[in-house]
């Protein structure tokens, strides 16, 4: 039961998320938990946990007597984020090159196969899910608790946002490539050229969604 209303307030929290990006939802726009609840067709339990969420993202803000406002994230906030996620993934890219146990390079390298396949496919929700697990094991493979908690942490807050660059045309297929250059920088070694193609990566995955605002804009 737990996990069904888990999952009910992530597919909740997410759906929340692409309305504000692509703009359904307009900053200043006040969130009413009753409202969300009768849209969506569910107890106002999960849509407080789902705003909740979305509170530490910086989409919405949880403020007293008015509860949650869509926040506006300018487009020099979300540059500096970026900035910050893309030092702190090459960081445990280089460390994973470093210090990945062979088990883990293994799993790594099979993850990666089977992305190739998702891709292939088409399948954008499964390569979402691996994409998240894909990174994770980056912070794990760095082997450093301190840069892990805090790459985990920003990553969180900017979800909506890498989540979002999937729906660009031609990004998956991009993404994947870009994440064969780290994998093969983990796999032999490499640890320089693993920092280097992370911090690529990242920059790529904010110009997808700078790519994306601007075909919604049009």
């Known amino acids: ?3 069904e209303r888990q999952t009910r307030t992530e597919k909740l929290a997410a759906d929340l998320a692409s309305a504000i990006l692509d703009g359904t939802l307009e900053p200043g726009s006040r969130l009413d938990e009753h409202m ?5 067709g569910t107890s106002r339990t999960p849509v407080r946990e789902a705003l909740r969420q979305l509170a530490t993202t ?10 949650a406002v869509v926040t506006q994230v300018t487009s020099e906030q979300l540059d500096t984020l970026f900035v ?6 090459a960081t445990c890219a280089r460390l994973s090159a470093l210090s990945m146990t062979p ?12 992305m190739g396949e998702m891709t292939a496919c088409g399948d954008v929700a499964a390569y979402t ?17 301190v840069v892990s908690e805090m790459t985990i942490a920003l990553r969180r ?10 729906r660009a045309p031609g990004r998956l297929a991009r993404s994947h490539a870009e994440h064969g250059a780290v994998v093969q920088a983990v796999l032999t070694g490499d640890a320089a050229g693993a ?19 601007r075909i919604s804009a049009v």
């Open 58 to 67: 910086g989409l919405i803000e949880l403020r007293p007597r008015r509860g």
């Open 129 to 145: 899910a691996s994409n998240t697990v894909f990174h994770t094991m980056f912070y794990a493979g760095a082997h450093n608790v």
């Open 195 to 213: 920092h280097a193609a992370m911090l690529h990566h990242v920059s790529l995955v904010e110009d997808a969604f700078d790519q994306l605002q």
């Open 103 to 114: 088990i883990e390079r293994r799993r790594l390298d099979a993850l990666h196969e089977s």
């Open 84 to 89: 910050a996620m893309g030092e702190l993934e």
């Open 36 to 40: 969300l609840a009768e849209r969506y």
């Open 157 to 166: 807050r900017l979800a909506p946002f890498r989540q979002a660059q999937f």
């Open 1 to 3: 039961m737990a996990d």
